[in-house]
């Protein structure tokens, strides 16, 4: 045996720690109990948060204080209630409506009236007896026994006259005005669904977050009853708010998304009075030295008062309106963040030809102003010098590293990095319909189109491709119609804000197709609301990543604050030595790459012929296509003489599927089979594009 071999102790397995870093430290009963009290959902809200217990106790001192006018109404409720069963006993209503029913109201006459007068007898009898007892018990006992009995005929007529629907005599038929409860009590609320046809007679609420003060309005949160949907609460918002006594201005309503919503889960908000009717306020970026064009741009306040910022890297905007309800007020708020980051470069585009944009002449590095066919053209090599750079950033990125480029879009470090040459770069056009109705033919790769449609291919484009390399792309337009923008163009617009338009087919253009079914149209607005419309962002804001579309009030920003922002971005631009174009006063003629343009916009300039009959059906709409939302089936197969059966075969295989919707001929409503719209655009433009 060898004696220089030892035997070797126990061998632990072990994991090293460093002494020196915090510790976790064992959760206490204290600690899993205080867990387990806030998560639990046995455990009344108002014992969890204090602005739920404070709510709940001004909610008691309330109750308390209206109890005895309450309990005082419900006793008169009572009494006209009892007296009306007793009339209707005593008249034996039930006998006779029942004898006119059997048609025998003749032959039960005499009946009738020996019961009536029985009836008469009694009560009579009733009567007397209770003023005799009355009478000897206040002789034997004295008025307590009275006050007692008073009392318990108080309560009983009470628990009569509690407010109940479908009780006779507790609504009456002519009543003062309708005004919401202060307090937002819970049965008006649900008086409220009730009136508004969201909720059955017999259905109820579920109270998620009880009634609470937010701002200057009541907030709350319900579930609705099964099967009841969050999107038809929002789609009738109008006859909610009217339920509710209040302008649908300051009527909220939102669906509640993500882990603490579900498809029936409600969230409004009613405020006291009309929240735009204030004066609006100025934009926050005049009190900042500098903005950073990665962070989303101060927009403006919802009704709830709350901040909205509006992301715009990575995306594209698209602003609509009538003349003169604060369009390019919006459109210039958008570029005041980007005017602020001195990394940022601009094209700026106004074919209003006025001078609302002139102070970005000092920061941008293109920059126009007129409507002439020159000024088009002009836009035209722009669009095909972005399309070049476009195609030239996504070239450079394929030979960086994955440290310096992650992904196939733009960082800020690379948009701030000189030797890439890869800054954000936002192009402005104002009355973006100017040039896309320009009708100045010109050619492309051997073919004769016009400037319009050049224009409008180049937009469809860099709206595609240009937001991962870097490009924004801000357009506003006074005409939102269909056939100013195309469908392809709209489509792939990432932010939407439609301020006050015509009707809803306008609205429709810029927030999107039946967003007025989904309660969004803006058409509804006030005109004297300026600077309010509805947002439909690309991205998250401070109401939440989820809300579909919400009203906003635009900050204010009038031409001399506008002018400031312009003078701060240009000094910037020159301590940061990132002033360049027209701004620095160099050459701005653009560098065209029409090897690059080629290959995106050069083939298949001519739109494809229709198939049909759908080119007929085109052609028989023309613009109602546009202002219908529905067309019959017999209209468009006698129209066309077709064959019924084939023609709805062939407009099946191209897309299009007939629908049942009612329709109004001669005064009736009947239900037919038809088509809507809105698909036959869509397949449209699909063959056009």
Not at 166 to 176: E, H, N
Not at 450 to 472: F, M, N, R, S
Request: hydrophobic share 40%.
């Amino acid at each position: 045996m060898n004696t220089d071999i030892e035997k070797a102790g126990p061998v632990f397995d072990g994991e090293l720690v460093d002494d020196t870093l915090p510790q976790p430290r064992p959760r206490s009963r204290k600690g899993r109990f205080k867990t387990w009290w806030l998560r639990s959902p046995r455990v009344p809200a108002a014992f969890k948060d204090p602005a739920q217990a404070r709510q709940a106790a001004k909610d008691a001192v309330v109750g308390l204080l209206r109890m005895p006018w309450r309990f005082a109404g419900a006793v008169v409720r009572g009494a006209v209630a009892g007296a009306r069963l007793w009339r209707r006993w005593v008249t034996v209503r039930d006998y006779r409506e029942a004898a006119e029913g059997s048609e025998k109201l003749a032959d039960k006459f005499t009946e009738i009236r020996e019961l009536t007068l029985f009836r008469w007898r009694v009560t009579g009898a009733v009567v007397v007896a209770v003023a005799v007892a009355g009478g000897l018990v206040a002789l034997l006992y004295g008025a307590r026994p009275l006050w007692i009995a008073g009392g318990a005929l108080a309560i009983a007529l009470a628990v009569l006259g509690r407010r109940k629907d479908g009780s006779p005599g507790r609504k009456p038929t002519l009543a003062g005005p309708r005004t919401l409860t202060w307090t937002m009590d819970p049965q008006v609320l649900v008086d409220a669904f009730r009136d508004a046809k969201l909720i059955g007679k017999d259905e109820l609420l579920r109270l998620v977050q009880r009634p609470a003060r937010v701002g200057d309005g009541w907030s709350v949160i319900v579930d609705l009853p099964a099967t009841r949907k969050a999107a038809d609460v929002v789609k009738n918002r109008e006859a909610l708010a009217s339920a509710l006594a209040v302008d649908e201005v300051q009527l909220t309503v939102e669906r509640v998304r993500g882990n603490g919503g579900h498809a029936g889960r409600v969230s409004m908000w009613v405020a006291d009075e009309d929240p735009y009717a204030s004066p609006p306020l100025a934009t926050p970026l005049l009190d900042v030295q500098k903005w950073d064009a990665w962070r989303p741009v101060p927009f403006g306040r919802d009704a709830r008062d709350r901040r909205i910022s509006l992301p715009l890297v990575w995306t594209s905007l698209l602003v609509g309106a009538i003349p003169r309800q604060g369009k390019t007020f919006a459109a210039r708020l958008a570029a005041a963040g980007l005017i602020l980051d001195a990394w940022v470069r601009l094209y700026v585009a106004d074919f209003k030809a006025g001078k609302d944009w002139d102070a970005a002449a000092q920061v941008a590095h293109r920059f126009m102003s007129g409507d002439d066919a020159e000024h088009v053209l002009g836009l035209k090599d722009w669009l095909v010098e972005l399309v070049g750079e476009v195609q030239s950033r996504y070239r450079r990125m394929r030979d960086l590293d994955d440290v310096t480029c992650p992904e196939s879009k733009v960082t800020p470090q690379m948009s701030r990095d000189v030797s890439l040459n890869m800054p954000i770069t936002a192009i402005f056009i104002d009355e973006v319909q100017v040039p896309l109705e320009d009708r100045t033919p010109v050619e492309v790769q051997g073919k004769t189109l016009t400037a319009g449609e050049y224009i409008g291919e180049l937009l469809t484009w860099l709206a595609k491709k240009g937001p991962a390399a870097g490009i924004v792309l801000v357009l506003a337009t006074q005409r939102p119609d269909s056939r100013t923008i195309p469908s392809g163009l709209r489509a792939v617009l990432g932010s939407r804000f439609a301020l006050r338009v015509m009707d809803w087919r306008d609205s429709n253009i810029v927030l999107g197709e039946q967003m007025n079914t989904r309660g969004y149209d803006s058409s509804r607005l006030l005109p004297s609301h300026k600077g309010v419309g509805i947002l439909r962002p690309d991205g998250d804001t401070d109401a939440g990543a989820d809300v579909l579309a919400m009203t906003v009030r635009t900050y204010y920003m009038p031409n001399e604050d506008w002018q400031t922002i312009c003078q701060r971005g240009r000094i910037l631009r020159e301590e940061a030595g990132t002033l360049t174009g027209h701004a620095a006063g160099e050459d701005t003629t653009p560098v065209l790459d029409s090897a690059a343009v080629s290959k995106v916009i050069g083939k298949g300039q001519q739109a494809p012929a229709l198939p049909e009959p759908l080119a007929s059906v085109v052609d028989y709409l023309g613009p109602d296509i546009d202002r219908r939302e529905f067309v019959p089936s017999a209209e468009l197969v006698e129209a066309l003489d077709v064959d019924a059966t084939s023609f709805g075969t062939q407009m099946g295989d191209l897309g299009c599927r007939s629908v049942r919707d009612r329709i109004t001929e001669d005064g009736r409503v009947r239900q037919v089979r038809g088509y809507l719209t809105a698909d036959l655009r869509r397949v449209r433009d699909e063959g056009v594009l």
